[in-house]
């Protein structure tokens, strides 16, 4: 808004009793003191009845600066000596005189839109199609009321070329008010909802009604359908023959149209036209659409809860969702309790599945909303925004979706081909592999898994938290002698390989006072990482046996080269020697352990070796260098993310940090923001690492940043948002691993913890 009134100007205008004074002069108003953002040069205008405390307004704006008040007789406001008061019958008026003074200043061409659905669509359609060759001023939001009528006049200026105004009605006689004020040049109506006209006993006089807008056109465009009415209309029209276009619902040929028509009119040529049309936005701007939780699409247009407004929205349900359930809910405010009847009606004449008024203070029931098209309408001072998030699907460009069904799978598939006594231990270190330690975990419990390895005891408290019981075993694979405390408080089994770890344990447990606990022996049989050598088997029995505080409840060692049939030899080594270990303990102690020795490739490769129970990691996952198992596994784990920007680089220009891609052609290029911090190693910079989009390979061009990526897309055709794949069908974990020259386990323990994981399940 730029306006320029002296406030003498103002007060005659008016007809205003003004108490106070001032050497501002006005260039913009306010109404609502919580939109309030540049004080200086600001008249508020107390409206009456728009806010029952009229007066904490007007005092909220006076502390945000405000020195200028438009407000009613005998409001009871209390009057500050630094600020300027016009006193009026009725600020609203007041505000629309200054509109109809202000529209008169103009002399370009003023177009008024009414129609009882479509008034917004069709005000954003002409935008999009005229905006590059007029400047044009238009209606805010859906601004059409009595007040969004005047602030939208306000919003004329000199340097534009055209105006687009909405009008709405709710009342009888508010038409001819609305005329006054936007004395329109021409006139554009839209549609006339069929859904609308029922609720309307007389619609012809309805009709007649919104006409008055357009008794002093010079030209008013309607469509098709109203043709029979052509004898009736007073004033000159003209009407406008449908036009289809096949990226609209045939509903919308009439507007269409009429904007063919109008942009005739307005002497663009044929082609342009058609082209124009073509691209036009789909929806109208003010309903968004988004995904919501449980499978929801979710239609979110708490803008208003006029019935216009309410029509077209279910229109655009019904289109949404020609075979998904329809849910409608309602959130009406007290003070227009009084169209609750109105609205129902309107809403069953569109046999919605379900239908939901939302009192205030109670909430939506999303829990309850599966797989539905769910429309959420309100009146704006119901403030529904925070109601409708919650039922949104939180979305962030980039994620790790974890596949739950997948390692449900895979863990079948090795139950099936293990004997049966064989247990499994869920290996899930490193937070599941970099796929959620308390999630992957949960599912596993639920699906029958009681024993689970981690490699530190935070780990493992961490999975005690997210509801891993006691009834599961959790072995700590590394503990650390300092949190034996931590361990022994959450009932974590300590795998111990050493003299010096054997005995601290001991202590701590002295200290507690605390006999028979739970501990696994690991023993290195020649990887020679942690763990006790063979040869201590002996004095290692002989203080577990002396010290009631300890139990051996696991014997283990791990393969180093499980999964080589070159190292078999190597292999089998391991196992004789841990062989001869475990029947040493089994016929010198009295516990009972398991004995374990396989991890998930050695499990397949020697299953005559599987003891007790088998340690299944990355498998469990869906990976594998064996290519026949391959075929049996489900990749678990998938990385996408969406294109943030899109640009043209000319031949010859860099791209990225340090210049080292030059463009050696006209490129298009992609940013997606992924980097070095997710995961997405630098060394894929320039070519060495690619992403997929709509299934085809686009490399990194440039170097990789920390959080973002450059991508060659001069082959695909890409819109901004368009869904980017780093790990999925096109390019599996492993031709990922292998492009950063590494192994699927690094990969997955490398995908930052600030991405958000999804878990699926079908
Ligand atoms: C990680 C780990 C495993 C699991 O190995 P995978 O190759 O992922 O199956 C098994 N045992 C120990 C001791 C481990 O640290």
Redesign the pocket.
């Known amino acids: 808004m730029r306006l320029n009134y002296s406030l003498e100007a103002c007060a005659a205008l008016f007809e205003a009793e003004v108490i106070g004074s001032s050497s501002e002069s006005i260039t913009h108003v306010y109404f609502d003191s919580r939109k309030i953002q540049q004080a200086k040069g600001a008249l508020f205008f107390a409206l009456t009845g728009h806010s029952r405390s009229g007066n904490e307004f007007i005092e909220d704006a006076y502390r945000q600066g405000i020195r200028l008040f438009v407000i009613a007789k005998n409001s009871g406001a209390k009057f500050q000596s630094d600020a300027l008061y016009f006193q009026v019958e009725d600020p609203l008026i007041a505000l629309q005189k200054l509109a109809t003074h202000h529209r008169k200043q103009f002399t370009y061409p003023v177009v008024a839109i009414t129609g009882s659905v479509g008034k917004t669509t069709f005000k954003e359609w002409i935008f999009h199609c005229i905006s590059d060759k007029f400047k044009v001023v238009r209606s805010p939001k859906s601004f059409n009321s009595q007040l969004g009528v005047a602030l939208s006049l306000l919003e004329m200026h000199e340097h534009a070329s055209i105006a687009f105004i909405e009008a709405g009605i709710s009342k009888p006689g508010e038409m001819n008010l609305l005329q006054n004020m936007i004395q329109p040049d021409y006139g554009i109506f839209t549609a006339f909802g069929k859904a609308h006209r029922e609720n309307f006993a007389h619609n012809e006089e309805h009709l007649l009604e919104k006409w008055v807008l357009f008794r002093e056109c010079r030209l008013a465009f309607i469509p098709h359908t109203f043709a029979d009415l052509e004898n009736r209309l007073p004033g000159n029209f003209q009407v406008c023959p449908p036009y289809e276009n096949h990226r609209f619902p045939s509903g919308y040929s009439g507007m269409l149209g009429v904007l063919k028509t109008f942009l005739t009119f307005l002497q663009f040529e044929l082609k342009e036209i058609e082209e124009r049309i073509d691209s036009l936005p789909t929806l109208a701007l003010r309903m968004e659409v988004f995904e919501g939780i449980n499978g929801n699409t979710i239609i979110n247009d708490t803008y208003n809860l006029d019935l216009d407004a309410l029509s077209e929205a279910l229109i655009h349900q019904r289109q949404l969702a020609p075979d998904k359930k329809r849910i409608v809910v309602i959130g009406l405010s007290e003070k227009h309790a009084h169209e609750r009847l109105e609205i129902e009606k309107l809403i069953a004449s569109f046999n919605p599945d379900e239908f939901h008024f939302i009192p205030e203070g109670k909430s939506i029931p999303w829990e309850n909303f599966h797989n539905s098209v769910v429309l959420v309408k309100a009146h704006r001072d119901r403030a529904f925004e925070y109601e409708v998030a919650r039922g949104k699907a939180l979305k962030h460009r980039t994620i790790v979706e974890v596949n739950l069904s997948a390692i449900k799978h895979n863990v079948s598939f090795y139950q099936s081909r293990l004997p049966k006594e064989v247990k499994i231990l869920a290996?899930v270190?490193a937070s599941s592999?970099g796929s959620g330690a308390d999630k992957v975990a949960s599912f596993l419990q639920q699906n029958g898994i009681r024993n689970f390895?981690v490699?530190f005891a935070d780990e493992g408290v961490e999975l005690r938290k997210a509801g891993i019981g006691i009834s599961s075993s959790i072995v700590v694979?590394n503990p650390d002698p300092e949190h034996s405390d931590l361990i022994i408080e959450y009932r974590l089994e300590p795998a111990i390989y050493s003299f010096e770890q054997l005995d601290e344990f001991i202590t701590a447990l002295i200290h507690r006072n605390i006999s028979g606990y739970p501990i696994h022996l690991?023993f290195d049989t020649g990887m020679h990482r942690l763990g006790f050598a063979p040869g201590d088997k002996e004095r290692v029995l002989a203080i577990i046996n002396s010290q009631p505080e300890v139990q051996i409840q696991g014997i283990?060692s791990?393969l180093a080269d499980?999964?080589n049939p070159i190292h078999s030899e190597f292999t089998k080594k391991q196992l004789a020697t841990f062989d001869s270990i475990v029947s040493y303990f089994r016929a010198n102690s009295s516990d009972s352990f398991l004995a374990h020795i396989l991890?998930?490739?050695g499990s397949l490769r020697y299953p005559e070796y599987c003891y007790d129970l088998i340690?299944?990691?990355?498998?469990?996952y869906g990976y594998t260098e064996n290519k026949e198992l391959k075929a049996s596994l489900q990749p678990s784990v998938y990385w996408y993310s969406s294109i943030s920007q899109i640009k043209a680089v000319p031949k010859g220009d860099f791209i990225g940090y340090g210049c080292s891609y030059e463009a050696l052609d006209d490129l298009t290029i992609a940013v997606i923001p992924v980097g070095y911090a997710d995961g997405f190693r630098r060394s894929l910079s320039n070519g060495a690492g690619s992403v997929f989009i709509h299934g085809i390979k686009c490399p990194v061009v440039g170097r990789v940043c920390m959080d973002m990526i450059m991508v060659d897309i001069s082959s695909v055709n890409a819109k901004i948002n368009d869904p980017v794949e780093i790990i999925g069908q096109n390019q599996p974990m492993d031709v990922f691993a292998k492009a950063m020259d590494t192994i699927p386990?690094e990969v997955m323990t490398g995908l930052s913890k600030r991405m958000h994981r999804v878990y699926v399940e079908e």
């Open positions: 290996m270190k592999y390895g490699a694979m690991k283990y791990h499980a999964d991890n998930s490739e340690r299944l990691g990355i498998s469990m386990y």
